[in-house]
């Protein structure tokens, strides 16, 4: 079964420290996995987006890397800010083939990151 | 602006009453979806729109129905038949390709449900 897994469900760390949020998948044939952050109350917003070449991929403070032999993704946060504050998804997205339409998103159910002055 | 609206933003409803929850994208895009996010739990497809005049079902479907009359819009209605409809209710659209695809999923910003 298509799974994603994310690690730790919540997190808390102090203004200025970094931080690495865990992603594992299953999901086969592999499209592209990505990352979004959903402020509370909000709808996600992408922040990156890797395909299976791609290692790592930076936007920002925020930087995905990418094992598409483990299965395996992580985002680090560097000198978080209180902005930072919300959750991050993982999100890997199914291949389908040529010609086919996009494949279905299967979605991990979120880090959540607090962080404190 | 170019973006994916949603409204309204909160909405109460009646047990026993059908709701419509509207989504509307100017950004050109062929797809268009319905996400439920329940606490705790990652988002889950409802219903799914490749082109006008064609939906499929998601994963969560029962109790929910949808229309795609216009590329622009594709309004989410909540019957009564949905036993638990109490949820954050997000739309997203994307432009449909085909090959590898590395589309931009774009979200709206919500709507909280809530049967009172």
């Known amino acids: 079964k298509n799974q994603v897994e994310q690690s730790p469900q919540s997190l808390i760390i102090l203004e200025g420290k970094n931080c690495t949020l865990q992603c594992n998948y299953t999901v086969s044939p592999f499209s592209n996995l990505r990352w979004y952050k959903q402020d509370t109350g909000r709808g996600p917003v992408s922040l990156t987006i890797?395909?299976?070449?791609?290692n790592t991929k930076s936007n920002g403070r925020y930087t995905a890397t990418l094992d598409a032999d483990t299965k395996q993704s992580s985002l680090h946060i560097t000198a978080s800010q209180l902005s930072d504050s919300a959750s991050y998804i993982c999100v890997v997205s199914e291949w389908v083939g040529y010609g086919g339409s996009q494949g279905n998103l299967i979605f991990g159910k979120g880090t959540k990151l607090s962080v404190k002055p | 602006d170019g973006g994916i609206t949603q409204s309204p933003k909160y909405l109460f409803r009646k047990e026993g009453q059908n709701v419509t929850l509207s989504c509307e994208q100017n950004?050109?895009?062929?797809?268009m979806y319905w996400y439920r996010q329940d606490p705790g739990q990652g988002l889950r497809l409802i219903y799914y729109s490749q082109i006008v005049n064609d939906f499929q079902k998601g994963d969560i479907a029962e109790g929910y129905s949808v229309s795609r009359e216009k590329k622009e819009s594709f309004p989410l209605t909540v019957t009564s038949a949905q036993k638990n409809p109490t949820a954050f209710y997000l739309c997203a659209s994307s432009i449909s390709t085909g090959g590898l695809s590395n589309t931009e999923a774009f979200f709206g910003q919500g709507t909280r449900l809530t049967v009172v």
């Open positions: 950004l050109n895009h062929d797809a």
């Open positions: 890797m395909t299976f070449s791609e």
